[in-house]
């Protein structure tokens, strides 16, 4: 079953609800997919930043202290 598309008309206030086309679920997935790959890369990020934070404590310097050093 492919996703439907609810479609509003506004001067009729008409609504029907449709299957949608080829080019709207293509879209529809391009986006979904789009959307998984932001949260896996944000969560990346934030686990590359706990590691070179760690890096930091273990050396005994702090964000504070590398912005100081202009760093």
């Not at 506004?10 to 609504?15: D, K, R, Y």
């Not at 879209?27 to 979904?32: I, K, S």
């Not at 706990?50 to 590398?66: I, S």
């Amino acid at each position: 079953m492919k996703p439907q598309v609810k479609e509003h008309n506004a001067e009729t206030g008409q609504e029907v609800i449709r299957d949608m086309t080829e080019a709207e679920l293509a879209e529809y997935e391009a986006f979904q997919a789009a959307a998984a790959q932001a949260v896996e890369d944000a969560k990346a990020a934030e686990i590359a930043k706990e590691a070179a934070q760690a890096k930091l404590a273990a050396l005994g310097l702090t964000v504070d202290d590398l912005r100081a050093l202009g760093l």
